[in-house]
């Protein structure tokens, strides 16, 4: 079973940032929490990790509280092409990528 | 394009029927996943692979399903008697040690 929780759905408008939810309350010390987002008929595509940092990339920034009990994923200027179903996946090997064990995820739509 | 590749990305099949799937990795990657994905679920893991080893398999992976990666390069998923209840997206994945699992666009299986 997944060990995170996130909503089933979010809304955002285009321009605007998107702040994407997880719980991941029974987070082990070695395990790194994973986002990933899937488009309509595509495969996944990954977007950013981190173990307890804050992270930042081309596409996200990802913040982890301090207790690594949650953490938010930011998509800073959502644009409608990030409209996807965002998957936040805590993983053991972290720099060794073990398998990845998906929920049901958010599905985030951006409009105009 | 050295992304990964996923062959056919359709298939129809009648109930009882074999199927096989085929995955080319991006080229250096030495590990390789297989994942399968029903309407409005996140994938789930089936079986990876370090280089030619098959190192973990989901119970998932009925006595009905075989994978193979025969020289540690692509990998083939078959199904033998097909069910209705193996119609699904199957997804291929592949990493380098250490990092993110790049997926290919995934293949269709319907089973009439």
């Known amino acids: 079973d997944a060990k995170t929780t996130q909503p089933p759905s979010m809304d955002c408008a285009e321009g605007r940032a998107a702040n994407l939810p997880c719980n991941h309350s029974t987070i082990s010390g070695n395990e790194y929490v994973y986002w990933y987002r899937q488009i309509h008929s595509q495969g996944p595509q990954y977007i950013i990790h981190?173990?307890?940092n804050n992270e930042t990339n081309e596409m996200a920034s990802l913040i982890i509280t301090e207790d690594r009990k949650s953490s938010t994923l930011i998509l800073p200027h959502a644009t409608l092409r990030d409209t996807a179903v965002y998957y936040c996946?805590?993983?053991?090997?972290?720099?060794?990528?073990?398998?990845?064990?998906f929920g049901t995820g958010t599905r985030l739509q951006v409009f105009p | 394009d050295t992304g990964v590749s996923q062959n056919p990305r359709h298939k129809i099949t009648k109930r009882g029927q074999n199927v096989t799937f085929r995955c080319d990795p991006i080229?250096?990657?030495?590990?390789l996943y297989w994942y399968r994905q029903t309407l409005g679920q996140g994938p789930e893991f089936l079986t990876y692979?370090?280089?030619?080893?098959?190192?973990?398999k989901s119970r998932l992976l009925s006595d009905r399903f075989s994978a193979e990666r025969p020289k540690g390069s692509f990998s083939t998923l078959e199904i033998q008697r097909t069910e209705q209840g193996d119609s699904a997206m199957y997804l291929c994945?592949?990493?380098?040690?250490?990092?993110?699992?790049?997926f290919g666009p995934g293949t269709r299986l319907t089973v009439l």
């Open positions: 080229s250096e990657h030495n590990r």
């Open positions: 996946i805590v993983s053991a090997s972290g720099y060794n990528t073990d398998k990845l064990i």
């Open positions: 994945a592949s990493t380098q040690r250490g990092g993110e699992q790049f």
């Open positions: 692979f370090q280089n030619e080893a098959q190192l973990e």
């Open positions: 981190g173990l307890k």
